[in-house]
């Protein structure tokens, strides 16, 4: 059903199709290995997977360009890969190895890279999008016109702090696009217990901002609505708020029990609404790619997976003297000072 109508509104290439194909399953994959890891114990700490929720991130990143910037809460893996951070290096941070992108010291919820623009991975729920607008402070005083997608969830678009950054962000034109992550629980409290109006897109009106609905199991609507909000922000008109309605199928992290939902929910979503199943429907009746292509596709990228987990496994543990490392800034380089 879904697939058909992304299939008519769209006239997206097959390597786009292709692309976003890849780019999800690589998400999917990673997180089933990561569930894995976690359950042999080489995984410690909080691990919340991203698995149901694929579209979003890779339809945003769609519309992104080399300088734009992201910034999300601990439910971070898919956004480090959409933004073509190094499996390996985001697996081995899971395992607390030298080999991962914070040399093993911040784990799941705490990795970075500059080169990538990617600023994290923050536990403290909301604490992230005041740092979003922040950031696209920056490059609104620098003069150039990149983005700052900041993602938060259903249960942080609660907090007192979105709406102070709202202000400031209307007021002063930030280039920032505000993704609600609607997945429509926070833990084990379903949207409806906890929040007085379902509809999250218009909480940016009281501040003039723009809002805007979208389907977040179908990446053509994603990627469509990307395009809009970048656009908006690039011109100069200040922020814009996505809500992208999703589903996460996993428990909140690891640890959950998931008692607060059915089994028959999650199947019924899973069944009718996969992400990946209506890409790789799209690909399929459109004549895209054979079936053959697509295992292809599958067994490239769970070697890639499996290459990242044996070095997760491999890299050695990080060096005591790690401790006293990287907890001053240093320096720095004169291009971002
Ligand atoms: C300030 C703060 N309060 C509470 C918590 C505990 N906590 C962690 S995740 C979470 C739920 C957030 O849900 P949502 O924003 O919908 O994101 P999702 O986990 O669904 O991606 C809570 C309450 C926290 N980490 N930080
Ligand atoms: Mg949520």
Redesign the pocket.
Known sequence: MAAKKSQKKSNVSAEELLEYYRDMLLIRRFEEKAGQLYGMGLIGGFC?LYIGQEAVVVGLEAAAKEGDKRIT???DHGHMLACGMDPKGVMAELTGREGGYSKGKGGSMHMFSSEKHFYGGH?????QVPLGAGLAFSDKYKGNDNVTFTY??????N?GQIYETFNMAALWDLPVIFVI?N?Q???GTSQKRSTSTPDLYTRGEAFGIPGEIVDGMNVLAVKEASEKAVAHCRAGKGPYVLEVKTY?YRG?SMSDPAKYRTRDEVQKMRDERDPIEQVRDLLLTGKHASEDDLKAIDKDIKAVVNESAEFAKESPEPDLSELWTDIYAEELPQENA
């Open positions: 919340h809460s601990y439910r536990g403290i729920v909301g604490a938060f969830g259903d249960g942080a678009a907090q992550e997945n629980y926070a833990m996460r909140h």
